[in-house]
């Protein structure tokens, strides 16, 4: 069983900044593209950022130029570097990863997951 550890998450004064981060656990065989999500209260999921294996990166328009997404390839580990935090970024911020499982039993690569984060939640006030 794939899951995604989140972190960084908490309560923030407009202006400030928050670092999470997102890790995953259990038989991987690799993790391709990676990225948050969040949803606030009475809305729908929506796409913050997204990076690929090979560092590409994607901005919801909202976010362009305060948020960083990056990835250590490494530790298999995204972050989501998030500065001049507005209230409306109040959210429950989600990570999200196509990961490529291994099967231990058989010592294959299992088809491609799309494995969500428990979610992380982010309040900003003034």
């Known amino acids: 069983q794939v899951q995604l550890v989140e972190s960084g998450g908490g309560l923030v004064q407009a202006g400030g900044s928050l670092r999470l981060s997102c890790t995953p656990s259990?038989?991987?065989?690799?993790?391709?593209?990676m990225g948050w999500y969040r949803q606030a209260p009475g809305k729908q999921r929506e796409l913050v950022a997204r990076i690929t294996s090979g560092g590409s990166t994607n901005y919801a328009d909202s976010v362009k130029g305060r948020f960083t997404i990056s990835r250590d390839n490494a530790k298999n580990t995204v972050y989501l570097q998030m500065n001049s935090l507005k209230p409306e970024d109040t959210a429950v911020y989600y990570c999200?990863?196509?990961?490529?499982?291994?099967?231990?039993?058989?010592?294959?690569?299992?088809?491609?997951?799309?494995?969500w984060g428990q979610g992380t939640l982010v309040t900003v006030s003034s």
């Open positions: 999200n990863a196509d990961v490529t499982p291994w099967d231990a039993s058989s010592w294959t690569a299992g088809g491609n997951l799309e494995v």
């Open positions: 259990g038989s991987i065989f690799s993790v391709n593209a």
